[in-house]
């Protein structure tokens, strides 16, 4: 019995581990997570709030909408980044199979959060990921 099953490895900092998943109808898929350890946490949530700041600056000169645009995202950054800050594993991007028409979607990469929904590119099939 072989079932042709190619291992694919992620290479980053801390601990990657599959967590696959599945649950819809006959769909299966693996996932990536990774475990950050206190610096990777700290970086990616000052990652989200210099974004979170960085666009506050660029809507400056959105006429109006700076009215709520800038103190938003001002105040945004550092909620993102007091999240972020205590997420310690993240999930990382991943193709998905849709089961109905079989067209792959990307499930994009972010807190784990399980189960994970996402909508079929292709087809706008709701598609739920549940840990295995
Ligand atoms: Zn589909």
Redesign the pocket.
């Known amino acids: 019995m072989e079932s042709g099953e190619s291992e694919e490895s992620t290479e980053s900092a801390g601990s990657v581990e599959p967590a696959g998943l599945a649950e819809s109808t006959e769909g299966r898929a693996v996932v990536y997570r990774q475990t950050l350890d206190r610096n990777g946490r700290i970086k990616r949530a000052a990652k989200a709030l210099g974004i979170c700041w960085l666009l506050a600056v660029v809507s400056l000169p959105v006429l109006f909408f700076h009215f709520f645009l800038v103190p938003g995202f001002l105040l945004l950054g550092p909620v993102m980044f007091a999240i972020q800050v205590r997420e310690e594993n993240i999930v990382l991007g991943a193709m998905v199979a849709?089961?109905?028409?079989?067209?792959e979607?990307r499930l994009k990469g972010g807190g784990e959060e399980w189960p994970i929904q996402l909508r079929?590119?292709?087809?706008?099939?709701d598609?739920e990921l549940s840990r295995a």
Do not use: E, M, Q, R
Request: include cysteine; proline fraction near 7%; charge should be negative.
């Open positions: 849709c089961p109905a028409c079989g067209s979607t079929c590119s292709d087809c706008s099939a598609l």
